[in-house]
């Protein structure tokens, strides 16, 4: 069965630093992998994701995440974080051959940015 | 684009009562999913639509719960009789079909309280 785990509950980082958010999933199947970030009170928005080719892929605002198929992870990474991106991040998949195309989310990492 | 939208934003409801929540998908999108998040957890998948064919339901769907997609456009999802235990987050999402179908685009959410 699908699963997502995000190791890291929450994530304390100063204003500037460099930040990973860990993601590592399990599947039988080939997967496709996301990352969406929930501000309070609102809901999910896609922040990146990987569909095919290039196994690097890039956010507008300065996050990326790798797809490693040998360690089945999919870590989201920025090198300079700001007060904005404190937030919850979700990571999920959605298995390639699945005709319901549903996700299965991880349980998430608050990412806490101190000034 | 107006995005998902989903109403009402909050319910607060006695144990008992019934509660109807209503989401509009982004107008193209003929792919309709329901998610329910609790506090410190990732959405779970409840039950995805193509059109107003509601094609899988997740174990997590009682019997208290149904959702209809009558004309292939909103969709409501009516929890019956509610329970503590129902208090959580009920997320809408919406998708294309094929590969770009695998992107979800979710609502700002429905957070339900059952005293």
């Known amino acids: 069965a699908q699963s997502v785990t995000q190791l890291d509950s929450q994530v304390p980082v100063f204003e500037e630093a460099p930040v990973e958010l860990r993601c590592n999933y399990s599947?039988?199947?080939?997967?496709?992998l996301f990352w969406y970030v929930q501000y309070p009170n609102q809901g999910l928005q896609l922040l990146l994701k990987y569909l095919s080719g290039s196994t690097l892929v890039e956010s507008i605002n300065g996050f990326e995440a790798e797809f490693n198929k040998s360690q089945t992870s999919f870590h989201l990474r920025k090198p300079s974080v700001h007060i904005s991106d404190t937030a919850e991040y979700f990571c999920a998949v959605s298995e390639r051959t699945s005709g319901t195309y549903k996700y299965i989310f991880g349980t998430g990492t608050r990412l806490k940015v101190l000034a | 684009d107006t995005g998902v939208s989903q109403d009402p934003r909050h319910k607060i409801t006695k144990r008992g009562q019934n509660v109807t929540f209503r989401c509009d998908p982004i107008s193209e999108h003929n792919r309709l999913y329901w998610y329910r998040q609790t506090l410190g957890q990732g959405p779970e998948f409840l039950t995805y639509f193509q059109n107003e064919a509601q094609l899988e339901k997740s174990r997590l769907l009682s019997d208290r719960f149904s959702a209809e997609r009558p004309k292939g456009s909103f969709s409501t999802l009516e929890i019956q009789r509610t329970e503590q235990g129902d208090s959580a987050m009920y997320l809408c999402a919406s998708s294309l079909v094929g590969l770009a179908g695998r992107t979800q685009y979710f609502g700002p959410g429905t957070r339900l309280t059952v005293l």
């Open positions: 599947s039988s199947v080939s997967v496709y």
